[in-house]
């Protein structure tokens, strides 16, 4: 009885530290969720669909060459708004894998708190390569859009 008891409250303190120590780390007081809040807003376009969607695709894209990056922007669309955005940061990271696409998956994650982007629609400045395209496959993105006329590039697919 009176180990349960110990064990009962060391699994307290434990839960207790960690809630303090995800408040720390969020600049906050009330846990995970606030990690989420803690990201910028995303601003969405003024132009309503695929056009206003590809447009802030450019300006992801031009955001990367400002910074010295590839010239490749991408943003991931959910139910008429944009949930995450990707810059280039190949150069700038360094980072083999972090094309605009990766990013924006990453990003959209991250806000919906969930790998699971199902429903969601992925617009590229350019087309997807195939490592950006198998991500798009595992995070379920119903849908793929590059250019500035959002040419259709259909459901992701393994190649
Ligand atoms: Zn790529």
Redesign the pocket.
Known sequence: MADDLTSGHGACNRRHVLRRAAGVLAGGASGFVLAREALPDIVQPRRAGAPGFAERAFEMRRLAVERGDQAYGAVVVKDGRIVGEGVSAVLTTPDPTA?A??QALRDAAKRLGTPDLSGCELYGSSR??P??EAAAYWARIARMYHGEAATDAGAPRLR
């Open positions: 094309h696409e990766i997807a390569c490592m950006c």
